[in-house]
Nanobody, 123 residues
Framework: QVQLQEWGPGLLQPSQTLSLTCAVYGGSITTNYYWSWIRQPPGKGLEWMGVITYEGTTDYSPSLVSRTSISRDTSKNQFSLQLSSVTPEDTAVYYC????????????????WGKGTLVTVSS
């Protein structure tokens, strides 16, 4: 069974860079699937942030593209999220997930999710 686990610092100050890593177990990030980052601010809905495909190409939400970078380490079967210049509005639970495509409409294809990690941006 595929499992995903995300981790990283839970507290940041404004202007810092958020950095999270998602480890994938039971499946290779280089085969078949798209690997997404999604977040959910307190009291709000899910927001798709971006994806890295099994080929290593990336795609980002237009609202976040200027600040977002997704990369991978195939030797560790991990992919990572970098979100620069964070503000308190970036406070959210951050998830990684496996899916079949890129974008908001792909939520129904996301069959495996990490449990999420809370990142708080505060001075």
């Amino acid at each position: 069974q595929v499992q995903l686990q995300e981790w990283g610092p839970g507290l940041l100050q404004p202007s810092q860079t958020l950095s999270l890593t998602c480890a994938v177990y039971g499946g290779s990030i280089t085969t078949n699937y798209y690997w997404s980052w999604i977040r959910q601010p307190p009291g709000k809905g899910l927001e798709w942030m971006g994806v890295i495909t099994y080929e290593g190409t990336t795609d980002y939400s237009p609202s976040l593209v200027s600040r977002t970078s997704i990369s991978r380490d195939t030797s560790k079967n991990q992919f990572s999220l970098q979100l620069s210049s964070v503000t308190p509005e970036d406070t959210a639970v951050y998830y990684c997930a496996r899916g079949l495509c890129s974008g908001l409409g792909c939520y129904p294809t996301m069959d495996y999710w990490g449990k999420g990690t809370l990142v708080t941006v505060s001075s």
